[in-house]
């Protein structure tokens, strides 16, 4: 099967032999990250992402990965702000579920391909008390796409004035191929409201489950506190190695190493959509991270994936990113149930994630004409 579903890197972009060595150094120079120790991370790992973002090293909180990290700052939100959830549609499909598990109300935004719509935006805002807003403004999963800068400055003036919290989820943002990177919601806005959300998954490898959170203070100390009440300390080996990595000055050579790997899956789906599928159907070009959206499908995006699938490709359908889909996915009955859900749920069923990052660049090309002869 060529998959591009797994938003997951290609097994190239595992340096095993790197990693291997950053462990073993890990433990031999610091002994204790064998120990129980703080729930927030590894002392030296805190110090230099604080540094990184301008904050205390108490305001950073190293979780087991992006995704831990989000259970705990949902948790604490919805209990300390009840209030509806705003997310953008589509989103990431597995935040959708655990806030449905939360019993959230959450409320879908517009998107278009500049990002989220800050007209939608000010409109939920007046609309009622809001819990918090997600979002991912940079190479979004699923869309790819960007926010620009303009409507992070109207985002971040919104949030401000109605003094809603802000979670800004960038685990893509440095897995960029090319263009200028725009400020992150975080350095526009301060850290009052934003909470930065980041991972090593993408730059290092998903496996070592390492992400972090900066937070304002107070949050901060009860997202560590949620941390040690699940699990009493993280792996510190895990973050160590990421820290020895970075500290032996390989973090970033890997990164561009990673990048070119990347970079040639993107351009390999680009070229294979253009030379397959132009004028048959719509896809987003993102600068950077693992996805593109395809839309305006001339097929329902579940019969696609049916036939595509006893052809040997699979995708996930963009459905499965709207919050009205994730409402059926899960039964819980918890989302919007209003025209917008509805609109959706129209729009997602010519829609697709297809992800670039796992398959091979010749599978891209070999993929892309199996789904394109399902499309013309
Ligand atoms: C937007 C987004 N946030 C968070 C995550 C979770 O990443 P982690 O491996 O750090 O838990 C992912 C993973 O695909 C993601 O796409």
């Known amino acids: ?37 703080p729930g927030g991370g590894y002392g030296p790992l805190r110090e230099w992402l604080g540094r990184r973002h301008g904050v205390e090293p108490a305001r950073v909180v190293v979780t087991n990965g992006g995704l831990q990290g989000f259970v705990f700052y949902a948790e604490e939100l919805l209990a300390e702000r009840p209030g509806r959830v705003l997310v953008e549609a589509p989103t990431y499909d597995r935040p959708l579920k655990i ?27 007046a609309a009622g008390e809001t819990s918090f807003l997600y979002t991912i403004p940079t190479f979004q999963n699923p869309s790819g796409r960007t926010l620009s800068t303009e409507r992070r400055r109207r985002v971040v003036e919104l949030a401000a004035a109605h003094g809603v919290p802000v979670l800004e989820d960038d685990p893509y943002g440095l897995v960029r191929y090319e263009g200028e990177p725009p400020p992150s919601l975080h350095e526009l806005e301060g850290g009052e409201l934003v909470t930065y959300a980041s991972s090593f998954s993408k730059t290092v490898a998903p ?32 973050q160590a190695t990421v820290h020895e990595l970075i500290d032996r000055g390989a973090f970033e050579p890997n990164l561009e190493r990673i990048k070119g790997l990347l970079r040639q ?48 490709v699979t995708f996930v359908k963009g459905s499965d990113f709207f919050p009205a889909a994730g409402r059926e996915a899960v039964s819980s009955g918890v989302f919007a149930r209003s025209a917008s859900a509805r609109a959706d749920a129209d729009l997602a069923h010519r829609t697709a994630r297809l992800a670039f990052s796992y398959a091979s660049p010749s599978e ?8 394109a002869s399902f499309l013309r």
């Open 265 to 312: 899956r993107r351009d390999a789906m680009l070229g294979a959509l253009g030379q397959h599928l132009e004028g048959e159907a719509a896809w987003s070009e993102p600068e950077g991270g693992y996805f593109l959206w395809l839309d305006r499908l001339q097929l329902d995006a579940g019969e696609l994936l049916t036939r595509a699938e006893a052809a040997g």
């Open 1 to 37: 099967m060529i998959s591009f579903a797994r938003g997951a890197p290609a097994p190239e972009c595992l340096d095993a032999e790197l990693l291997a060595d950053c462990a073993r150094s890990a433990i031999e120079g610091d002994p204790s990250v064998l120990a129980y120790g």
């Open 99 to 125: 806030l449905a598990r939360l019993g959230a109300d959450v409320r879908s935004l517009a998107m278009d391909g500049e990002g989220l719509d800050p007209d939608a935006l000010e409109r939920e805002l």
């Open 207 to 238: 496996g070592l489950r390492v992400g972090w959170f900066v937070s304002p203070a107070g949050l901060s100390a009860r997202l560590e506190a949620r941390a040690v009440s699940n699990y009493i300390s993280p792996p510190f080996l895990a």
């Open 364 to 371: 891209i090309d070999e993929g892309v004409s199996i789904l």
